[in-house]
């Protein structure tokens, strides 16, 4: 069964291409022009990815409302900015509100595709089993990848797609440093400094709001990241 995606754009040349082009790569495509018209849908069923632009019609962040509402939908629907918006403030805003990732519109056809791929492969990867033992503990964190559940003293953390991996990718190996290069590896994605260290603030922030003083994800200055067991 070919994967269903929905695209948010309110520009009516720019939302056919896309839709067009993914539908060639074999996707079953849903387009939208504004943020109520798509909510109204997803509310009823969700997607497998959305791809969501920021200002949609009279509305110069909707997309940022919609990704917010998306998260509150479910944790780990894979979500993808795609918009001309090329600053660090709107990519660091759009990855604080729980995107999997933040792509520009000058990103070539093939690189979105592989993009897109990749989340996929990431999602499919968690479901599958791993030699039929998918729960991994370390200290106070458990972490089950058929469930896509992280628990931290055994209260739930909602983490999406990405901020999982990270998780996992550094837990596995406790004390271990994971650099970009490990963590691109590890997690099946393309990611740069600025969006690793947006997505690492974003996870403290949710363990800290259930054990404010937690400290298990170290950095590692000019080296990357580690996780500690107490």
């Not at 994967?3 to 074999?26: F, M, T």
């Not at 990855?95 to 897109?116: E, N, S, V």
């Given at each position: 069964?070919?994967?269903?995606?929905?695209?948010v754009?309110?520009?009516?040349?720019?939302?056919?291409?896309?839709?067009?082009?993914?539908?060639?790569?074999?996707?079953?495509?849903?387009?939208?022009?504004?943020?109520?018209?798509?909510?109204?849908?997803?509310?009823?069923?969700?997607?497998?990815?959305?791809?969501?632009?920021?200002?949609?019609?009279?509305?110069?962040?909707?997309?940022?409302?919609?990704?917010?509402?998306?998260?509150?939908?479910?944790?780990?629907?894979?979500?993808?900015?795609?918009?001309?918006?090329?600053?660090?403030?709107?990519?660091?805003?759009?990855?604080?509100?729980?995107?999997?990732?933040?792509?520009?519109?000058?990103?070539?056809?093939?690189?979105?595709?592989?993009?897109?791929?990749?989340?996929?492969?990431?999602?499919?990867?968690?479901?599958?089993?791993?030699?039929?033992?998918?729960?991994?503990?370390?200290?106070d964190?458990?972490?089950?990848?058929?469930?896509?559940?992280?628990?931290?003293?055994?209260?739930?953390?909602?983490?999406?797609?990405?901020?999982?991996?990270?998780?996992?990718?550094?837990?596995?190996?406790?004390?271990?440093?994971?650099?970009?290069?490990h963590?691109?590896?590890d997690?099946?994605?393309?990611?740069?400094?600025?969006?690793?260290?947006?997505?690492?603030?974003?996870?403290?922030?949710?363990?800290?709001?259930?054990?404010?003083?937690?400290?298990?994800?170290?950095?590692?200055?000019?080296?990357?990241?580690?996780?500690?067991?107490?």
């Amino acid at each position: 069964m070919s994967k269903h995606i929905a695209l948010v754009e309110d520009e009516p040349a720019i939302r056919d291409n896309y839709a067009d082009a993914l539908r060639k790569q074999g996707y079953d495509v849903a387009a939208y022009a504004n943020r109520h018209d798509a909510m109204k849908r997803f509310r009823v069923r969700l997607p497998d990815l959305i791809l969501i632009d920021i200002g949609l019609g009279d509305e110069p962040e909707g997309g940022f409302d919609m990704c917010r509402e998306l998260r509150s939908l479910s944790p780990t629907l894979p979500i993808i900015f795609l918009t001309a918006h090329d600053s660090d403030f709107d990519a660091i805003s759009g990855l604080r509100l729980g995107a999997d990732d933040y792509l520009t519109k000058d990103i070539t056809m093939p690189q979105l595709f592989a993009r897109i791929a990749a989340l996929f492969r990431r999602l499919e990867a968690l479901r599958a089993p791993v030699n039929q033992n998918t729960r991994l503990t370390q200290g106070d964190l458990m972490i089950d990848t058929n469930r896509l559940l992280v628990e931290w003293k055994g209260e739930k953390i909602d983490l999406t797609l990405t901020e999982f991996w990270i998780v996992y990718s550094l837990a596995h190996i406790p004390g271990y440093v994971k650099n970009r290069e490990h963590l691109m590896n590890d997690a099946k994605i393309f990611v740069d400094e600025g969006t690793i260290t947006s997505h690492v603030k974003r996870i403290r922030k949710k363990f800290k709001a259930i054990d404010p003083v937690f400290d298990c994800i170290e950095t590692m200055y000019g080296m990357g990241y580690r996780w500690n067991i107490g």
